[in-house]
Nanobody
């Protein structure tokens, strides 16, 4: 199983980014997919999930600013992020069960 994130980078406050996570080695369409983030000095936290039938759930801190979506034809899950703030700075990880993680992609929000 391999999960490969991409799309991170440096963005100014108020900016947007779209993260991607390409999955292989799993029957992607059957899996709930999730995005986590880990800020410096903090624990990794779950921020969004999307079920196999496309139902999304969000941590309160990102509701209205981030959207998780999936393309089963491409075995890819996305996280569209808007109105980014410095406290969104973190390494963002893709996850699916049981216990599979990507390597993470750094998102830095700074002027």
């Amino acid at each position: 199983v391999q999960l490969v994130e991409s799309g991170g980078g440096l963005v100014q406050p108020g900016g947007s980014l779209r993260l991607s996570c390409a999955a292989s080695g799993i029957r992607f369409s059957l899996h709930t997919m999730a995005w986590y983030r880990q800020a410096p000095g903090k624990q990794r936290e779950l921020i969004a999930t999307i079920s196999s039938d496309g139902i999304a759930n969000y941590h309160n801190s990102v509701k209205g600013r981030m959207t998780i979506s999936r393309d089963n034809a491409k075995n890819t899950v996305y996280l569209q992020m808007h109105s980014l703030q410095p406290n969104d700075t973190a390494v963002f990880y893709c996850h699916t069960g049981p216990g599979f993680w990507g390597q993470g992609t750094q998102v830095t929000v700074s002027s």
